[in-house]
């Protein structure tokens, strides 16, 4: 008998503790629903019972302010408590797939970075999340999570509790993959949007360097989000336009919600207990249905580890095995966000790309063994005064790319370290480091292969 296989991923952006006062609660629901209660934290109760509230509204209100939505992990303390537990084995056990393995998280880890207020006391900083994630999966040898891309763009007001939609206002989201380079050497294969959100810009700089996509919502508008203007008619997260199936497609130049020719390949997430656009009985079975049919799929769903997760997750892995009673040739499989498009795009198992690297005097030339994934290798340096610099290349031919640090772009007494990485077609990753003038040596290079890694989480 054929083997049909549900990959199960859950993608978790991954943004650390958040704090919200009453105060501020209330003020969410003024800009929301459009009212204008008076912003006192004695209110709250009284809104979690619908009084005062337009019987139009009160539903949603009340679903809002809920204890359910409001269940924040508001130190690290508090997060700690919850990945102590979920990061265990026997709490991983409690939910494993048909091959007898553990459940695994996806952690799509955001840098708070370049605000200048903090209301809602996020982890800013650089690495403020990232090195608390890879310490602690260390610490419980979750070896076969993996960490991606999470970004927000930098908001108009610089205040940290709020985004945009843009990657063009300012040049943080090259600051953090820099960074995240040559401080970590580790770059990403796969990208969870802020806000659920991509625009042109966006959708154009992931096709450079970012082969897999979690970012697709495609579904109805609902009548519940039509009425919340910060999320209503494509607010935020507007995927009204692209594919409402549990398939991956790739995007259009111009319309990254349309099935187009772009190679970049973006998968659906649902959200996991969220008052837009979430995962629901209906959709799971939609993924098996499809999965019976002779197509396997990807069951994609995120939600944020700012929020306890326990009870949702419970929820979601309870009704996955009650639909599973009525696909019984179906199996499933926990698999991280790469591997899961590898495998259903019948993408082949490769070595990553292999990138050599040699010095003409103060040229630089990068050839690679076998095609990359875009255009170019993602190219930066460190400074000695530490700022980090994103930069193009120049291209020679498919395979070989060039650089020249003089007196028009910055010369050696000048650099720390230079940083190269590549995905290729299988989503296999290639990051090196190197000081000017010499070639990255074994402890500053790092491959990652879809199918075993190599050299395991990034240190």
């Given at each position: 008998m054929t083997t049909k296989t549900l990959y199960l991923v859950h993608c978790v952006d991954t943004e650390g503790p958040l704090y919200e006062s009453?105060?501020?609660?209330?003020?969410?629901?003024?800009?929301?629903?459009?009212?204008?209660?008076?912003?006192?934290s004695e209110l709250l109760p009284d809104l979690k019972k619908g009084i005062g509230v337009p019987a139009s509204l009160k539903a949603a209100v009340m679903?809002?302010?809920?204890?359910?939505?409001?269940?924040?992990?508001?130190?690290?303390?508090?997060?700690?408590?919850?990945?102590?537990?979920?990061?265990?084995?026997?709490?991983?056990?409690?939910?494993?797939?048909?091959?007898?393995?553990?459940?695994l998280f996806n952690w799509f880890v955001l840098d708070h970075v370049g605000f200048r207020t903090n209301p809602r006391r996020r982890a800013l900083g650089y690495h403020g999340v990232y090195e608390h994630y890879v310490d602690k999966l260390r610490e419980h040898r979750c070896d076969r999570d993996r960490i991606y891309w999470h970004f927000h763009p930098v908001s108009f007001c610089y205040e940290a509790h709020k985004t945009s939609n843009n990657f063009s206002f300012t040049d943080e989201h090259l600051q953090v993959l820099s960074r995240r380079l040559i401080d970590h050497l580790d770059f990403p294969a796969a990208f969870r949007p802020g806000s659920h959100t991509e625009r042109p810009d966006i959708n154009l700089f992931l096709e450079m360097w970012i082969p897999f996509d979690y970012g697709n919502q495609g579904m109805a508008q609902s009548r519940t989000e039509k009425m919340q203007r910060d999320i209503a008619d494509g607010r935020y997260g507007d995927w009204r336009r692209a594919?409402?199936?549990?398939?991956?497609?790739?995007?259009?130049?111009?319309?990254?919600?349309?099935?187009?020719?772009?190679?970049?390949?973006?998968?659906?997430a649902l959200n996991l207990e969220s008052r837009v656009r979430p995962i629901t009985t209906a959709e799971i079975e939609k993924a098996f249905?499809?999965?019976?049919?002779?197509?396997?799929?990807?069951?994609?769903?995120?939600?944020?580890?700012?929020?306890?997760?326990?009870?949702?997750?419970?929820?979601?892995?309870?009704?996955?095995?009650d639909i599973q009673q009525r696909f019984p040739t179906v199996q499933l499989v926990h698999t991280d966000a790469v591997d899961a498009i590898r495998k259903t795009e019948g993408l082949s198992v490769e070595q990553p790309a292999r990138l050599d690297f040699l010095w003409e005097g103060s040229r630089l030339v990068i050839k690679a063994d076998k095609a990359i994934w875009g255009p170019q290798p993602y190219f930066c340096f460190a400074t000695r005064d530490r700022r980090y610099l994103h930069e193009n290349l120049d291209r020679q031919d498919d395979l070989q790319w060039s650089f020249v640090f003089d007196t028009d772009t910055l010369e050696f007494d000048q650099l720390e370290w230079i940083g190269v990485a590549t995905n290729d077609d299988r989503g296999n990753t290639s990051v090196y480091r190197m000081q000017p003038g010499a070639v990255p040596s074994k402890t500053d290079t790092r491959y990652r292969n879809t199918a075993s890694e190599s050299g395991g989480q990034p240190t």
């Open positions: 009453p105060q501020a609660t209330i003020k969410r629901v003024n800009n929301t629903f459009g009212l204008d209660l008076p912003v006192e679903d809002f302010v809920s204890d359910l939505r409001l269940n924040y992990n508001r130190t690290w303390d508090e997060v700690d408590r919850m990945l102590d537990e979920i990061l265990s084995p026997d709490w991983r056990q409690q939910y494993r797939d048909d091959l007898g393995q553990g459940y594919t409402d199936q549990w398939e991956t497609y790739h995007p259009d130049f111009y319309d990254y919600q349309k099935k187009g020719a772009m190679k970049r390949y973006v998968a659906r249905q499809r999965t019976d049919s002779g197509r396997d799929t990807i069951l994609a769903i995120t939600n944020h580890d700012e929020r306890e997760m326990r009870p949702a997750t419970d929820w979601y892995m309870t009704a996955v095995r």
